[in-house]
């Protein structure tokens, strides 16, 4: 019962009321696949066109969970941490989850023998359909996304970045990763090594600015695994910055949108949005 709250938690992302903006609800066609996505935009409710922050979700470890999964609300503290900083911030919910539905497109296959490279591609298939429809959007600036994933989500960021789309300036993955509690056991991962070789294959063509977070209590991906994808990604080339932060909670995994996690990560991510040229707007109530 512990995993499925953590794991639901992760893809709701809280309930609080949306804050002072507009929410916007789209559905946006996936190329070649024949079937849309739902995706939600939380305006910043500041006048002018805006950076795009693209908040990507985990997947949760029972498939029965998917089809209920939801979306984020604009007043969620992760979406929040964002939108007080000028960013409009887009939600996709991908093939497979919840309203949007369809078939579930980022399968790795058996636990014995998964295949982690072409999952993460799958998964950022529709995060770059959802970017691409909302840069056509007035007030959006259509250069410099921020991309944003959350365990399987940030999984896909990375598998995107290695893609190095044009309209893209930084990538933060939050916990990033496929294959976690392998039959149900936490801290045990389908093939880790795949996982590992995956992250190089990434890090051969991914040029972006990224950032990869995790906890010293992650039970999805713990530290000596978050090192070692980080060490293949950026011996193949690719440039990323590993922070690897203290315990959170009971189960560090539910960092990004957990209650006052963005007390923790928000520094860490305000330090690597400054780095990388995002004049970000004070943080306003």
Known sequence: MRLVAVVLALVLGGCAAAPAGREEVHSVPIPGAFQAITVKLCRPGVPGVVPLAVINHGSPAQASDRATARLADCGSEAVTWFTRRGF?????????????????????????????????????????????FAIALPEIRPEGVLVVGQSAGGWGAIALAAEDP??????????????????????????????????????????????????????????????????????AGGAAELEMLGPFGRDGHSLFFGPGGSGTWGPVVEAFLTANGYATRSATR
């Open 88 to 132: 409009a911030v887009l939600l996709p919910l991908r093939r497979g989850y919840g309203e949007s539905g369809g078939d579930w497109a980022e399968g790795y296959g058996r636990c014995a023998d998964p295949f982690y490279a072409p999952a993460g591609r799958e998964t950022a298939k529709d995060i770059r359909a959802a970017i691409d």
């Open 166 to 235: 044009p309209m893209v300036g930084a990538i933060i993955s939050m916990a990033g990763g496929r294959g976690g509690w392998a039959q149900g056991r936490p801290n045990t991962n389908c093939r880790p090594e795949r996982l590992v070789s995956a992250a190089g294959e990434y890090g051969r063509t991914t040029r972006l600015p990224m950032l990869w977070v995790y906890t010293a209590n992650d039970s999805f991906f713990d530290p000596d695994l978050a090192l070692a994808m980080h060490q293949a990604f950026t011996a």
